[in-house]
C-alpha cells in the first residue's frame, strides 16, 4: 500500500496550464487553467467509456468506475492495469471472462461536471444494503473541514475542479481531484479496491454536491458517512435516507446540516468554539457547485 497520506500535487506541470489572458480592467493575466484530456477505460477486450479527466491516477480511476458500475466483483481476481498514455487507454483485465454489451447500451448522463456517465441499472446492488453502525464524532468533522480546506490543491491552484477525500477519524488519508466529482470519487473507490481498504470506519468527503450519484457510490462503496461544504439534492437525501447513510451538507465553519443518519453523531464539541472559515482558504476554488 502508497505511504498515507496521498494528498495532491498542485505543481505537477501536467495537470494544469498557464494561458494568457485580460482581467475585467483590461489588464494582461496569466493564470492557471486545469488540464483536461480523455481517458478510455476498457475491461478485458471490451471498451466500456471514455472519461474526460485531469489525467493522473488513471489506474485507479479505472479500478473505481468499473467497480462503481458493478462490473468488477469483490472476489475478482485483477491479472493487469494497463496504461498507455500515448494512446489514453487503461485495460483492466480479469481472470473471469467478462460481458457488458447491454449493460454499456444503457448510459445514462449525471449531473456531474464534465459529463458524468452511469449506467441505465444505477440502483443496482442498493437493495438490501446495510452500512455499518459506527459513530462519527462532530469534533473529527470540524477538523478534517479545516485541514482539507487549507490543504495545497489543485482546486486552489486554479479552481475548476473537484476534490474527494477518504477520512479515518479526524485524519484524511486519501485526497484525489478531478473535473467530475464522480472521477474523484471512483479513484478513491479504485484504490480501495487494490489495497483491500476496509470502508466500514471511513468517511467521505467531498467539495461538490451531494447527488443521488455520489450517495449511490459512496454506499455501494460500503462507506457509512458522507459530507460536503456543498449542498444537496432532493433525489441523493432520499437514497441515503433508504441505505442509511449518514449525509452531512454545507460544512462551513461552525455550521453543518445533516439529513439522513443523524443517529451515528457524537456531538462532542461546542459549536461555538470553531472558529468561522477564513474565506480565503478556498478563494481560487469553483468546484463547491
Known sequence: MPELPILPNPHDSRLTRRIKGQDHTGADVEISVVEERPLTIYLNSQEIVTAMTIGDYP???ALGFLRNQ?????????????????????VVRTTRQTSYEEKVKKKTRTSGCAVGTVFG?????LEGLTLPETQVRTSWLYALAKEINTTPSLYLEAGAIHGTVLCQGDRPLVYMEDVGRHNAVDKISGYMFQHQVDAADKILYTTGRLTSEMVIKTALMGIPVLASRSGFTAWGVEIAQQVG??????????????????????????????????????RKGSGDD
Open 245 to 282: 447513510l449518514t449525509l452531512i451538507g454545507r460544512m462551513r465553519g461552525q455550521r453543518f446540516v445533516c439529513l439522513s443518519g443523524n443517529e451515528r453523531l457524537v456531538r462532542d464539541v461546542d459549536p461555538t468554539m470553531i472558529p468561522e472559515e477564513d474565506r480565503k482558504s478556498r
Open 59 to 61: 489506474e485507479y480511476l
Open 70 to 90: 458493478g462490473m468488477l466483483r469483490d472476489d475478482d481476481e485483477v491479472t493487469g492495469v494497463d496504461f498507455d498514455e500515448e494512446i489514453e487507454t487503461v
Open 121 to 125: 441499472d444505477m440502483m443496482e446492488g
